[in-house]
């Protein structure tokens, strides 16, 4: 009798170590992507409005809603963080028109030899392009720039959420660094009457 409750106990342990081992990896808390590590730029206009016009589909393979962080945050922030109004009248539009991402399913090795590789089974496809007019308010001054860029990233087959969150975090923070060097270049070239220099 007393070996037979060695065992049940011995069974009982077991079970409890298993679930230790099969518990979920804690979710991963991602970090804010800043700009504030950069200067600002200095605008000569009173008010700065960011418009979100890209709408999440939430159809099939349209994922950038399921982000740590959206291209559209990102890319909202780095107008918060770079674009400084400084002036008395006018305003900065920042238009956000696309900043979707997209999961394409691809091709695996079929038969046999599919048992033992690991193949690449999703490639994910973002996408950002951003539209900035400023107005100075005094009826004679106007300008625009705009910018677009893309990012993609394939992932091995088996991998678990938090590790292509990692990744996604990874495109997205490539993708809107992208978008900075566009229209840090684009502003100084084609805005220039607009900046304002630190007095």
Known sequence: MHRINRRAALATMSGLALAACTSPSPTPKFPDITFT??????L???SLAVVDAFKPSFAARHIEHLLPVSPAAAVRRWAQDRLLPVGNAGRIVFTISDAGVIEIPLERTK????VVTKDRSERYDASLRVHMSIDAGDGRRRG???????????V????????RE???FRMIE??????NGEL????LEFLQPFLVSRS
């Open 37 to 42: 590590h950069l200067p600002p730029l200095r």
């Open 44 to 46: 000569d206009a009173a």
């Open 111 to 114: 038969g046999v030899r599919g």
């Open 144 to 154: 625009e720039v705009s910018a677009d860029a893309m990012r993609s990233r394939t």
């Open 156 to 163: 091995l087959e088996g991998l678990s959420l938090n590790e």
């Open 166 to 168: 990692e990744i996604w």
């Open 174 to 179: 490539e993708l809107v660094g992208d978008i």
């Open 184 to 187: 840090e270049s684009a502003i």
